[in-house]
Antibody
């Protein structure tokens, strides 16, 4: 079955950096686009970024542009999110999520990793 | 401020029918992009409830249904059950933003 396991979250000071990883299994990772979606404590879902199946295209929410970089290593079934210049408002659970491949929606979610930005 | 607008909360009694609306614009729902719905039970990750406006993944009861018209969509739940108490999110694609957009979420309370 599909499994997405995130890691790399933690406590970081404002202005700092963090790199999230997501190891995928149970499906052909290299055939699907992948997303990062975040959820601030007690708040709703916010799409962060999307990377195409082969890594050739990346798309970002306005809140992530210029600060976050999504990438992938298909040889290791791993998705990444490099987050720089972190702000307090970036505090959230970050979910790795699999694109359905045929409809611009998410069909599987990881359990998430918590990023806390605080001084 | 979410790109898609949902009511913050709805409520109903067991057995009742409730609907949750989702309003977008001409750059997302109105541009003929599909609407999808997710259910997030307390303390869990979201799961897709409806995809492609009105399709249910296997395992989702037929008490859940979706519809779309113009720049809006709706999720209907019939025969409300206590286990339906959760947060519900609509989602579409926005061509101006070139990415996914979510509604702010609706908390369903079963009285």
């Amino acid at each position: 079955q599909v499994q997405l396991v995130e890691s790399g979250g933690g406590l970081v000071k404002p202005g700092g950096s963090l790199r999230l990883s997501c190891v995928a299994s149970g499906f052909t990772f290299s055939a699907y686009g992948m997303h990062w979606v975040r959820q601030a404590p007690g708040k709703g879902l916010e799409w962060v970024a999307l990377i195409s199946y082969d890594g050739s295209a990346q798309y970002y929410a306005d809140s992530a542009k210029g600060r976050f970089t999504i990438s992938r290593d298909n040889s290791k079934n791993t998705l990444f999110l490099q987050m720089n210049s972190l702000r307090v408002e970036d505090t959230a659970v970050y979910y790795c999520a699999k694109d359905s491949g045929n409809g611009n929606y998410i069909d599987f979610w990881g359990l998430g990793t918590l990023v806390t930005v605080s001084s | 401020q979410s790109v898609l607008t949902q009511p913050p909360s709805v409520s109903g009694t067991p057995g009742q029918r409730v609907t949750i609306s989702c309003t977008g614009s001409s750059s997302n729902i109105g541009a003929s992009y599909d609407v999808h719905w997710y259910q997030q039970l307390p303390g869990t990750v979201p799961k897709v409830l409806i995809y492609g406006n009105n399709n249910r993944p296997s395992g989702v009861p037929d008490r859940f249904s979706g519809s779309k018209s113009g720049t809006s969509a709706s999720l209907a739940i019939t025969g409300l059950q206590a286990e339906d108490e959760a947060d519900y999110y609509c989602q579409s694609y926005d061509r101006s933003l070139s990415g996914l957009v979510f509604g702010g979420g609706t908390k369903l309370t079963v009285l």
